[in-house]
């Protein structure tokens, strides 16, 4: 297995959810970390609680130009950036699309898919200079199965693992790895978000089963990451044993 102890892991999102569990799984490590999000006050409490070295980035991946600056700005100690996971992203709204707002699909647009491809940007050339280091999006499940008002997110996500897979031809020769993890239903912020903060709306989506949890994700990142250099996991979907796929549907005129 790779040691990731001398490693710096780069993840967005990490104000939450699975970013904040993976920066305490690389954290047992003893990587040191750049955590980005727009909540600062967030990233202050996971640093506070963390023994590495963090760096923190309050950034909105929707702007460009921050993104940019950002990673060309982080500190020397910081800057050669081994693994990073392109984690933030939302969905926003369940209704079907001919009643779908179109403010959210910018919104999951603009985070799930711009923000995501910003970051890369910026840090996939000094991992291919290197000839060392490691993209691992968060797709989803979303992205491979339709359902009733997925939409624009599982449109999103299929994006992330088209991206991923393209990524590894672009770069093939250069010892960079790309994998896509594709979870399933997994009891976050994620229901808060997606339904505008209903908290019994958000709470009934994992009422009865048990979901999985941030920690069995950033599990998953870390098994990823911790495998040989030259071990490249290509896609990993990964659901709770309660969740499976519906058939197709059939409307049937009375
Ligand atoms: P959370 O809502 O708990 O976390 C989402 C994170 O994304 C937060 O840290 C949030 O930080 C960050 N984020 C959102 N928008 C922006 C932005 N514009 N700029 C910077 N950061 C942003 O959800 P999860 O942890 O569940 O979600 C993480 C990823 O996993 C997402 O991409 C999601 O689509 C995906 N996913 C989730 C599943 C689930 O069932 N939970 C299943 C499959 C995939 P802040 O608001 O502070 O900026
Ligand atoms: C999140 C999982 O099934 O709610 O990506 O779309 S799902």
Same mark, same amino acid.
């Given at each position: 297995?790779?040691?990731?102890?001398?490693?710096?892991?780069?993840?967005?999102?990490?104000?939450?959810?699975?970013?904040?569990?993976?920066?305490?799984?690389?954290?047992?490590?003893?990587?040191?970390?750049?955590?980005?999000?727009?909540?600062?006050?967030?990233?202050?409490?996971?640093?506070?609680?963390?023994?590495?070295?963090?760096?923190?980035?309050?950034?909105?991946?929707? %702007?460009?130009?921050?993104?940019?600056?950002?990673?060309?700005?982080?500190?020397?100690?910081?800057?050669?950036?081994?693994?990073?996971?392109?984690?933030?992203?939302?969905?926003?709204?369940?209704?079907?699309?001919?009643?779908?707002?179109?403010?959210?699909?910018?919104?999951?647009? %603009?985070?799930?898919?711009?923000?995501?491809?910003?970051?890369?940007?910026?840090?996939?050339?000094?991992?291919?200079?290197?000839?060392?280091?490691?993209?691992?999006?968060?797709?989803?499940?979303?992205?491979?199965?339709?359902?009733?008002?997925?939409?624009?997110?599982?449109?999103?996500?299929?994006?992330?693992?088209?991206?991923?897979?393209?990524?590894?031809?672009?770069?093939?020769?250069?010892?960079?790895?790309?994998?896509?993890?594709?979870?399933?239903?997994?009891?976050?912020?994620?229901?808060?978000?997606?339904?505008?903060?209903?908290?019994?709306?958000?709470?009934?989506?994992?009422?009865?089963?048990?979901?999985?949890?941030?920690?069995?994700?950033?599990?998953?990142?870390?098994?990823?990451?911790?495998? /040989?250099?030259?071990?490249?996991?290509?896609?990993?979907?990964?659901? /709770?044993?309660?969740?499976?796929?519906?058939?197709?549907?059939?409307?049937?005129?009375?």
């Amino acid at each position: 297995m790779t040691d990731l102890s001398a490693s710096t892991v780069f993840i967005t999102g990490a104000s939450s959810g699975f970013g904040a569990a993976t920066a305490r799984r690389f954290a047992a490590d003893g990587a040191r970390l750049v955590i980005a999000a727009r909540r600062a006050d967030r990233l202050q409490a996971l640093k506070a609680e963390l023994t590495v070295p963090v760096h923190i980035l309050q950034l909105d991946l929707r %702007d460009r130009g921050a993104v940019a600056a950002a990673v060309a700005g982080l500190p020397a100690e910081f800057a050669a950036i081994d693994v990073l996971v392109n984690n933030a992203g939302l969905a926003a709204g369940l209704e079907p699309a001919h009643k779908a707002s179109l403010d959210d699909w910018d919104l999951m647009v %603009d985070t799930n898919i711009k923000g995501l491809m910003y970051c890369t940007r910026a840090v996939l050339p000094g991992m291919v200079e290197r000839k060392r280091g490691h993209i691992i999006n968060i797709g989803s499940v979303a992205g491979a199965y339709p359902y009733p008002g997925g939409n624009t997110y599982g449109g999103t996500k299929a994006f992330v693992e088209q991206f991923s897979l393209n990524l590894r031809n672009d770069i093939l020769g250069s010892n960079v790895r790309v994998t896509n993890i594709a979870p399933g239903m997994c009891e976050t912020e994620f229901s808060l978000v997606r339904f505008k903060g209903d908290a019994d709306k958000a709470a009934s989506v994992y009422k009865g089963i048990k979901p999985l949890s941030a920690d069995d994700i950033a599990e998953c990142i870390h098994w990823v990451a911790a495998l /040989p250099r030259h071990v490249n996991i290509n896609i990993l979907e990964v659901m /709770p044993v309660n969740q499976a796929f519906a058939g197709f549907s059939v409307h049937r005129e009375a």
